[in-house]
């Protein structure tokens, strides 16, 4: 459908809704709720210093990682927004080592949905005022019964009915797929809103950066080595050394990936015991990007197979992720396939 932008995203999803004469609006208003608690974790990551809520609390999460204040913050303010919402039956949280139920005033009327949440991602980089984001899917639940369960989530890639992620920049962007292409909005601050800035966003078929943590190095395999070290040569599809850029934070490294090309990846760590399957979670991370990633044009793999096409078995279950153009994925792929 056309796309004008300065539209309010709450006003294109209401437009996207009416393409749908069957629906009820209960979807949308999980957006609405997403976007509204994402402005508020937007105002206090940019008060941070001065609202005293930077720093661990001295805890560490399910993921054994530091848990830092703000990670706390935009945890309970989007699982708050989220059980305030009747269509919402269960959360899973990168933050929560269980399912969360939410709490309905209608019993009889149970949610129809489930949303899996990283409510703030690259928490390492929130101390020193790198760029951070909240990564979420919204699946249809597909169990019987009241409280629905685990399985609600635990559905391949392909079953999402949406997934986003906002960047908490030099300015705050919400980025959002619903399967019909993959469009950006950029939150005004005078106005409260955020407003459509980037229609029918198109990833670049081939880029020239590629995005990885190369101090893990000596520990990936033989071939992701060899690919590698390909990159820096110039036998790659760029014809050229490509270039290294690697923030440590998912959401702006796979953004900067969207715009620009290229290619970000986080293989295997073989020296890594208390990861053996990876290190990026599947449900809060690799699945909600690679379906954006896929609507704007690229492609997301672990390696060999489709992102999308995996069905986890657990709720905190990692994966390795290559993401980003095409041929840039394929070529990645070419390495693994030997």
Same mark, same amino acid.
């Given at each position: 459908?056309?796309?004008?932008?300065?539209?309010t995203?709450?006003?294109?999803?209401?437009?996207?809704?009416?393409?749908f004469?069957?629906?009820?609006?209960?979807f949308?208003?999980?957006?609405t709720?997403?976007?509204l608690?994402?402005?508020v974790?937007?105002?206090?990551v940019?008060?941070?210093?001065?609202a005293?809520i930077?720093?661990a609390?001295?805890?560490?999460?399910?993921?054994?990682?530091?848990?830092?204040k703000?990670?706390?913050?935009?945890?309970?303010?989007?699982l708050?927004?989220?059980?305030?919402?009747?269509?919402?039956?269960?959360?899973?949280?990168?933050e929560?080592?269980?399912?969360?139920?939410t709490?309905?005033?209608n019993?009889?009327?149970?949610?129809?949905?489930?949303?899996?949440?990283?409510?703030?991602d690259?928490?390492?980089?929130?101390d020193?005022?790198v760029?951070?984001g909240?990564?979420?899917s919204?699946?249809?639940?597909?169990?019987?019964?009241?409280?629905?369960?685990?399985?609600?989530?635990?559905q391949?890639?392909?079953?999402?009915?949406?997934?986003?992620?906002v960047?908490?920049?030099s300015s705050?962007?919400l980025?959002?797929?619903?399967?019909?292409?993959?469009?950006?909005f950029?939150l005004?601050?005078?106005?409260?809103?955020f407003?459509?800035s980037?229609?029918?966003?198109?990833?670049?078929?081939?880029?020239s950066?590629?995005s990885?943590?190369e101090?893990?190095f000596?520990?990936w395999?033989?071939?992701?080595?060899?690919?590698?070290?390909?990159?820096?040569?110039?036998?790659?599809p760029?014809?050229?050394?490509?270039?290294?850029?690697?923030?440590?934070?998912?959401?702006?490294?796979?953004?900067r990936?969207?715009?620009?090309g290229g290619i970000?990846?986080?293989?295997?760590?073989?020296?890594?015991p208390k990861?053996?399957?990876?290190?990026?979670?599947? $449900?809060? /991370?690799?699945? @909600?990007?690679?379906m954006?990633? !896929?609507n704007?044009?690229?492609? #997301?793999i672990?390696? %060999?197979? +489709?992102?999308?096409?995996?069905?986890?078995?657990? $709720?905190? /279950?990692?994966? @390795?992720l290559?993401?980003?153009? !095409?041929?840039?994925?394929n070529? #990645?792929?070419?390495? %693994?396939d +030997?």
């Amino acid at each position: 459908m056309p796309t004008r932008r300065g539209t309010t995203s709450n006003r294109f999803i209401y437009n996207e809704q009416r393409q749908f004469p069957e629906a009820t609006g209960e979807f949308s208003e999980i957006l609405t709720q997403i976007i509204l608690a994402a402005k508020v974790v937007s105002r206090e990551v940019n008060r941070a210093g001065i609202a005293g809520i930077l720093g661990a609390v001295g805890e560490t999460n399910v993921q054994g990682e530091q848990v830092q204040k703000l990670d706390v913050f935009a945890n309970r303010h989007f699982l708050d927004a989220l059980s305030d919402n009747c269509h919402v039956s269960v959360i899973a949280s990168e933050e929560n080592e269980e399912l969360i139920h939410t709490d309905h005033d209608n019993k009889h009327r149970p949610g129809k949905y489930a949303v899996a949440i990283d409510p703030l991602d690259g928490s390492s980089n929130i101390d020193v005022n790198v760029s951070i984001g909240t990564i979420f899917s919204i699946h249809r639940r597909i169990t019987d019964g009241q409280d629905g369960g685990a399985d609600d989530v635990l559905q391949e890639g392909t079953r999402q009915l949406a997934a986003g992620y906002v960047l908490y920049g030099s300015s705050t962007m919400l980025v959002f797929s619903v399967g019909r292409g993959v469009h950006g909005f950029t939150l005004d601050p005078s106005v409260g809103e955020f407003l459509l800035s980037h229609p029918n966003i198109q990833m670049p078929k081939q880029g020239s950066i590629y995005s990885i943590n190369e101090g893990n190095f000596p520990y990936w395999a033989p071939e992701v080595r060899e690919w590698v070290v390909s990159l820096k040569g110039a036998h790659n599809p760029a014809g050229k050394p490509n270039s290294l850029r690697y923030i440590g934070s998912l959401v702006a490294d796979f953004h900067r990936t969207l715009f620009k090309g290229g290619i970000f990846a986080y293989p295997l760590d073989y020296k890594d015991p208390k990861n053996p399957r990876g290190k990026l979670r599947m $449900l809060y /991370e690799a699945a @909600p990007i690679a379906m954006i990633a !896929e609507n704007a044009g690229g492609l #997301a793999i672990d390696g %060999q197979r +489709r992102i999308l096409d995996i069905k986890p078995k657990s $709720l905190h /279950e990692r994966t @390795p992720l290559f993401v980003g153009s !095409e041929v840039d994925v394929n070529f #990645a792929r070419s390495f %693994q396939d +030997r």
